[in-house]
């Protein structure tokens, strides 16, 4: 079981390393870069790529990560709520540390894509 969490562990940082090299491209070029392709580098590693805050490195956390498809806890969460918890981190909002602030890597433009893309899970 330990190899096999070893692999899986290792096959998603190639994927990221991957993800982030064609984002990083795709800015340099000056292409536009969907909020879905950002969340997938950016976010996914600990909300997980279907948003249920199960992401590889979300057991390394001490908070579990929000799950975006829980509709009910999501309903409560304002677009300004979410969007001040991407921009300026988890204690921004009242909740723990373990939510980085984001605000120095997105434009606000692109932190308003995230928070519409995070309610796409949300059906």
Sequence with gaps: M?????FMGTAALVCAIVMVGSV???VAAGDEVSASDQYMVYCAKCH???GHGDGANASTLKTRPRNFAD???MK??????????IKDGGTAVNLPGDMPPWGQAFEDSEIKGLVTYVRT???
């Design 76 to 85: 409560r969460i304002s677009d300004d709520t979410m969007f001040k918890a």
């Design 2 to 6: 330990t190899k096999l969490r070893i």
């Design 121 to 123: 899970f949300c059906k």
């Design 48 to 50: 997980g790529p279907s």
């Design 71 to 73: 509709c009910a806890t």
């Design 24 to 26: 990083q491209r795709a």
